[in-house]
């Protein structure tokens, strides 16, 4: 893998402060300096020093990303675009899949490792891990409706959610926030058309104690930071 991005993964920095330690010289691997930030170095047979200490370097990769509409929450897809497809092929390497799923035309914050107990963490219905969505609804939410919310809604297979949050953000554009801790197929979009509402926009900002980037454009993507890798291993 490339060296500044080993050293980006490895908390050196951002890729822009890794490459000046690299131009600095500070950076060998078996003892010769590298010269050239893009150089190839393999982790697992060199050692790799940064003004003499060794990089740890670590198995997995742990990705937040701003999911863009249209594209499929999977590793590979015959007709469509993944989530992993737009990814940096120095990251796809390392395979990653997403961890759980959005719909096609949901937009937002997704993980995405290469570290299956990790992803089970977050996934397992026994965690209950909340999540929080933006979503624009054709109508106006009632009292009546955060309070079905609030109670668990049945949905149209008889299946009984648990409780969740139905917040009203701003009544003229019909923006509100839903907090479920599950992960039922289509969950939102059932539980609003439960209550006699479409949602027109869905997007979702929150996962646990992980918040969207709001620096991340739809598409995007960075690394997660070490503490909240921590902070969703204790969601
Ligand atoms: N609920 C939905 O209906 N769709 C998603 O993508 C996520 C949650």
Redesign the pocket.
Known sequence: MRIDKLLAHTGYGTRKEVKKLVKQGAVEADGIKIKSFSAQVNPDKEVITVKGETVEYREFIYLMMNKPPGVISATEDDMHETVVNILELEDIVRQPFPVGR??KD?EGLLILTNDGKFAHGITSPKKHVSKV?EAVLDQTVTEEDKKRFAEGIVLDDGYETKPARLEQIDSEKMLVHITISEGKF?????MCHAVGKE?LF?K?IQIGGIVLDPKLETGEYRDLRDEEIEELQNS
């Not at 289509?186 to 059932?190: F, L, P, T």
């Open positions: 959005l719909d949901t969505y289509h969950q939102v979009k059932r949602v869905l979702r």
